[in-house]
T-cell receptor
Framework: KAGVTQTPRYLIKTRGQQVTLSCSPI?????VSWYQQTPGQGLQFLFE???????NKGNFPGRFSGRQFSNSRSEMNVSTLELGDSALYLC????????????FGSGTQLSVL | QKEVEQNSGPLSVPEGAIASLNCTYS??????FFWYRQYSGKSPELIMF????GDKEDGRFTAQLNKASQYVSLLIRDSQPSDSATYLC?????????FGQGTELSVKP
């Protein structure tokens, strides 16, 4: 059974640009959560989608947005990139929002120059 | 005050010793508690979860929960060098999973 797949693995952007990250959950999983990980702030919750609906949202500015498709694949978009957006973005999936079965992808390392 | 607090470490223990990792949380309404392990350059993986006060054992790992004190801990018995990693405490809060900063554990041979 394939794990959570995130693409791309690495990304370099410049300030002001926008970026879209992709996450394919484990087959059969309907919940996808996104996290930002930085050395200073640790793992911070961005948002969670379940059956194409945003179910929870963290304390991030509106520049961070996401969506989920009918096949449960999810995308995260960051507009008007800032230097502070440089981070590892992790996607995690679970079958129905039951956190004991949260599986993380390998992440997308975003560098903003 | 941070919602989930952990000592950042590093915590260094000799091989074969017991490693004790601690976590406190601020939301008294939290119901579910998790420990994730993250090796350097890798993504977090779930190693334990606990819902009720008391101890829960799984192999060399024991999770302990005290809701009155808002405290959760992870004990690793017979620590091995392969246990060297960052251990993340996570707590459910308002439908979200909130992580602590993590404690770096180093097990010396």
């Amino acid at each position: 059974k394939a794990g959570v797949t995130q693409t791309p693995r690495y990304l370099i952007k410049t300030r002001g640009q926008q970026v879209t990250l992709s996450c394919s959950p484990i087959s059969g999983h309907r919940s996808v959560s996104w996290y930002q990980q930085t050395p200073g702030q640790g793992l911070q919750f961005l948002f969670e989608y379940f059956s194409e609906t945003q179910r929870n949202k963290g304390n991030f500015p509106g520049r961070f947005s996401g969506r989920q498709f009918s096949n449960s694949r999810s995308e995260m978009n960051v507009s008007t990139l800032e230097l502070g957006d440089s981070a590892l973005y992790l996607c995690a999936s679970s079958s129905g929002g039951d956190y004991e079965k949260l599986f993380f992808g390998s992440g997308t390392q975003l560098s903003v120059l | 005050q941070k919602e989930v607090e952990q000592n950042s470490g590093p915590l260094s223990v000799p091989e074969g010793a017991i490693a004790s990792l601690n976590c406190t949380y601020s939301d008294r309404g939290s119901q579910s508690f998790f420990w994730y392990r993250q090796y350097s350059g890798k993504s977090p993986e779930l190693i334990m979860f606990i819902y009720s006060n008391g101890d829960k054992e799984d192999g060399r790992f024991t999770a302990q929960l005290n809701k009155a004190s808002q405290y959760v801990s992870l004990l690793i018995r017979d620590s091995q060098p392969s246990d060297s990693a960052t251990y993340l405490c996570a707590v459910t809060e308002g439908g979200k999973l909130i992580f602590g900063q993590g404690t770096e554990l180093s097990v010396k041979p």
